[in-house]
T-cell receptor
């Protein structure tokens, strides 16, 4: 049973460019949340998707957008990249917005903006 | 505004001894608290959780204690093993979202 799959694992982009990160949730999960983990920090919530809609959003600018597809997979898009966007981006899946049993996380995408 | 805080960035413990990792939170509306373990180049993995209506939950070598009046929780690992060396994140569940602390790096010395 595959867990959460994220692609790509590493990415280098130039300031001002746009990037798309992808996530396939664990089998049976229907909710996808995206987190940004800067160096030395804990994961920070970006947004959450359920039933193909953004249900919640953290304190991130509109440059960060996402999408969820009918098969529950999800994309995170970041426009006009800044150096400060360099971080590990984690995708987490869960069932029906429930968090008390914990999320299942992917290994993340390491984004470097130069 | 950091709602979940882990004030110790690192902890070193001898193999076989007890490891105690601490976490403080500010929001009394959190209903579940969780601990995650993270190895380098991997995503966080769920370790143990506790409901806000309980004060203790035990799973093998891992026990989580919750003190609601102090808004404090701790993770005890007994006995500590070298394979426990990792970064441990405390997280709190509220509004269908998880809020994470900054992590504590545990090193278990053989």
């Amino acid at each position: 049973d595959a867990g959460v799959t994220q692609s790509p694992t590493h990415l280098i982009k130039t300031r001002g460019q746009q990037v798309t990160l992808r996530c396939s949730p664990k089998s049976g999960h229907d909710t996808v949340s995206w987190y940004q983990q800067a160096l030395g920090q804990g994961p920070q919530f970006i947004f959450q998707y359920y039933e193909e809609e953004e249900r919640q959003r953290g304190n991130f600018p509109d440059r960060f957008s996402g999408h969820q597809f009918p098969n529950y997979s999800s994309e995170l898009n970041v426009n006009a990249l800044l150096l400060g966007d360099s971080a590990l981006y984690l995708c987490a899946s869960s069932l029906a917005l429930r968090t008390n049993y914990g999320y299942t996380f992917g290994s993340g995408t390491r984004l470097t903006v130069v | 505004d950091q709602q979940v805080k882990q004030n110790s960035p690192s902890l070193s413990v001898q193999e076989g001894r007890i490891s105690i990792l601490n976490c403080d939170y500010t929001n009394s509306m959190f209903d579940y608290f969780l601990w995650y373990k993270k190895y380098p180049a991997e995503g966080p993995t769920f370790l143990i959780s506790i409901s806000s209506i309980k004060d203790k939950n035990e799973d093998g070598r891992f026990t989580v204690f919750l003190n609601k009046s102090a808004k404090h929780l701790s993770l005890h690992i007994v006995p500590s093993q070298p394979g426990d060396s990792a970064v441990y994140f405390c997280a709190a569940s509220g509004a269908n979202n998880l809020f994470f602390g900054t992590g504590t790096r545990l090193t278990v010395i053989p």
